[in-house]
């Protein structure tokens, strides 16, 4: 199956920055929509950005104006570069491939920790 491999994740500062990086092993262009998630501990998964195939993005309010979700099509990767780092920014990154609507599926990595200390 389509595989997703995350990297990138390391501990930093408030106020730090760190760039993920998130490989497709096939074309990453089958997936409609690249997406990035994250988990903190005692948490529930929440959406942080999301870039489409046809070149739009969206951000989460909590990460809008810090972080940019970009992609190199033909390297099939997905970056997230995260900037002005927060302690609750603290979790684990997910990548995340979507084939579009209508239950198509999706496909997910096996994540990334981060660690935003004080």
């Known amino acids: 199956q389509e595989q997703l491999v995350e990297a990138g994740g390391g501990s930093v500062q408030a106020g730090g920055s760190l760039t993920l990086s998130c490989t497709t092993s096939?074309?990453?262009?089958?997936?409609?929509?690249m997406g990035w998630y994250r988990q903190a501990p005692g948490k529930r998964r929440e959406w942080v950005a999301r870039?489409?195939?046809?070149?739009?993005?969206n951000y989460a309010d909590s990460v809008e104006g810090r972080f940019t979700i970009s992609r190199d099509n033909a390297r099939n990767t997905v970056y997230l570069q995260m900037d002005s780092l927060k302690p609750e920014d603290t979790a684990v990154y997910y990548c995340?491939?979507?084939?579009?609507?209508?239950?198509?599926?999706?496909?997910w990595g096996q994540g990334t920790q981060v660690i935003v200390s004080s």
């Open positions: 096939g074309s990453m262009l089958r997936f409609l929509v």
């Open positions: 870039s489409f195939r046809s070149g739009g993005t």
């Open positions: 995340n491939g979507d084939y579009g609507p209508f239950d198509k599926g999706a496909v």
